[in-house]
T-cell receptor, first 115, second 112 residues
Framework: DADVTQTPRNRITKTGKRIMLECSQTKGHDRMYWYRQDPGLGLRLIYYSFDVKDINKGEISDGYSVSRQAQAKFSLSLESAIPNQTALYFC??????????????FGAGSRLTVL | QKEVEQDPGPLSVPEGAIVSLNCTYS??????FMWYRQYSRKGPELLMYTYSSGNKEDGRFTAQVDKSSKYISLFIRDSQPSDSATYLC????????????FGIGTKLQVIP
């Protein structure tokens, strides 16, 4: 099994629908992240969490929300999806502190298309 | 100006060539320098990790960091078609948040 598992891997939805992307990890890492990747824009941080009680906004959090249900689970929600949220979404994890905090382990990605 | 600048390419080379991939950065607080490899439709995976200035070699891959010039490089010797991927540089500081900043990625194609 993968260290970082994302579901669903692919999703097509319509404008205005609520969507949840889920992430679970077996790395035992404290930090978890959600990124989106767009052609020409690279990886952009949406939200990050240091632990269950510590959640922080990233560069582009508008239109998104997250929930850290447990140390190993971090979900991303789009309350009312819009077409410009069409992108490849990645969950990632890392150690809490020290050099390992800079080394991210990524999931395989969730491709979201909003029509 | 972006904190990390990386040429998106694409870069096409013949099999066996030496490939040089580069990034420049502006934040002097960066101390950790990483290279990730991302195959199509996959997540990025860590390829090389370097702390501060200097060189690090791992098989056909060499990472170089020049903090005085704020410039990092990844060299791939004897490039193979299996090296065809997007290479992302990434940099981190040692502050309280220890933020990691990614380059946009360079798409490499190695032609047999």
């Amino acid at each position: 099994d993968a260290d970082v598992t994302q579901t669903p891997r692919n999703r097509i939805t319509k404008t205005g629908k609520r969507i949840m992307l889920e992430c679970s990890q077996t790395k035992g890492h404290d930090r978890m992240y959600w990124y989106r990747q767009d052609p020409g824009l690279g990886l952009r941080l949406i939200y990050y969490s240091f632990d269950v009680k510590d959640i922080n906004k990233g560069e582009i959090s508008d239109g998104y929300s997250v929930s850290r249900q447990a140390q190993a689970k971090f979900s991303l929600s789009l309350e009312s999806a819009i077409p410009n949220q069409t992108a490849l979404y990645f969950c990632a994890t890392s150690d809490l502190r020290g050099p390992g905090a800079n080394v991210l382990t990524f999931g395989a990605g969730s491709r979201l298309t909003v029509l | 100006q972006k904190e990390v600048e990386q040429d998106p390419g694409p870069l096409s080379v013949p099999e066996g060539a030496i490939v040089s991939l580069n990034c420049t950065y502006s934040n002097s607080a960066f101390q950790y320098f990483m290279w990730y490899r991302q195959y199509s439709r996959k997540g990025p995976e860590l390829l090389m990790y370097t702390y501060s200035s200097g060189n690090k070699e791992d098989g056909r891959f060499t990472a170089q960091v020049d903090k005085s010039s704020k410039y990092i490089s990844l060299f791939i010797r004897d490039s193979q078609p299996s090296d065809s991927a997007t290479y992302l540089c990434a940099m981190g500081d040692s502050g309280g948040y220890q933020k990691v900043t990614f380059g946009i990625g360079t798409k490499l194609q190695v032609i047999p």
